[in-house]
């Protein structure tokens, strides 16, 4: 049996947002541990030496707002608190996950059969991905279907990780170049190791975040580069092609 440790992204001061959160884990029986989020309101975007300008322009388009800055470095701490730690796999949620009925028992049964499954090769599960493209089934568990995720899907509410994959995109996370769910995308459509869920175990809860502002994203968007959407085409076809290649061609 994988032992399991579970971890909760909380901005300091976003109280309601993680007493949502606490009511449903410990509702579920699920022992968990609040991680302390980045403030990325806070940061000196400019002076950053984890934040390449110029990169993440020419790849992704836009510059990356506070709020995004400070959403990937509290996940990418998260990944480091597992690390230190001696769990085989971390559960990591975002404060404003909403569990859907019976997760602890999903859980208890995916993690059951991933200790079978000794020649699996997977870094992360995204348990609450919105949609899901360009995929192959590979287990059910009851309604939940567990796919492989040739094309990764965004959103990060509530992700399972492995040690192999913690390690891995520790090792590649810098420098930043774009928001942490198009890098996800990015690693794992190209390393064909993410999971995910349909339909998703988890889902939001809806709540407004506490960290992109509405002024901070008009800010990004006023700064967007001439050939933002050819390059974010590129980057979606780009992506979606090497996916349909791996579901395809193998």
């Given at each position: 049996m994988?032992?399991?440790?579970t971890?909760?992204?909380?901005l300091?001061?976003?109280d309601?947002?993680m ?8 509702a579920?029986g ?10 990325g309101?806070?940061?000196n ?6 934040h ?6 020419r ?6 707002n506070?709020g ?6 509290s996940?990418?701490?998260?990944l480091?608190?597992?690390?230190a ?7 990591v ?17 995916l993690?059951?059969w991933?200790g079978?499954?000794?020649?699996l090769d ?10 899901l493209?360009?995929s ?9 279907v ?9 959103t ?8 192999a994959?913690?390690?891995?995109i520790?090792?590649?996370?810098l ?8 890098m ?11 999971l995910?869920?349909r339909?998703p175990?988890a889902s939001?809860?809806g709540?407004?975040s506490d960290i ?6 008009a800010r990004s968007k006023?700064?967007?580069g ?6 974010k085409?590129?980057?979606l076809?780009g992506?979606k092609?090497?996916a349909l ?6």
């Amino acid at each position: 049996m994988h032992r399991l440790i579970t971890l909760v992204i909380n901005l300091d001061g976003s109280d309601d947002r993680m007493s949502s959160a606490r009511q449903q884990l410990e509702a579920a029986g699920i022992a968990f541990e609040r991680l302390p989020a980045t403030d990325g309101r806070r940061l000196n975007i400019a002076s950053l030496p984890y934040h390449d300008t110029d990169a993440t322009l020419r790849y992704f388009g836009r510059p990356v707002n506070g709020g995004e800055i400070g959403c990937y470095l509290s996940h990418m701490a998260s990944l480091k608190r597992f690390l230190a730690g001696d769990a085989d796999i971390a559960l990591v949620l975002e404060d404003d996950v909403r569990l859907a009925a019976g997760f602890a028992q999903h859980i208890a049964d995916l993690t059951a059969w991933l200790g079978t499954q000794h020649d699996l090769d997977w870094h992360v599960i995204n348990l609450g991905n919105r949609t899901l493209k360009i995929s192959t089934p590979l287990h059910g568990f009851g309604p939940h279907v567990l796919y492989r995720a040739h094309y990764f899907p965004m959103t990060t509410t509530a992700l399972l990780w492995s040690r192999a994959g913690a390690e891995a995109i520790l090792a590649d996370s810098l420098p930043i170049t774009a928001p942490v769910d198009n890098m996800l995308r990015k690693r794992l459509t190209r390393s064909q190791k993410g999971l995910a869920f349909r339909p998703p175990l988890a889902s939001t809860t809806g709540a407004d975040s506490d960290i992109d502002t509405r002024s901070d994203i008009a800010r990004s968007k006023t700064r967007r580069g001439a050939l933002y959407g050819l390059r974010k085409q590129r980057r979606l076809w780009g992506d979606k092609i090497l996916a349909l290649r791996a579901k395809y061609l193998g």
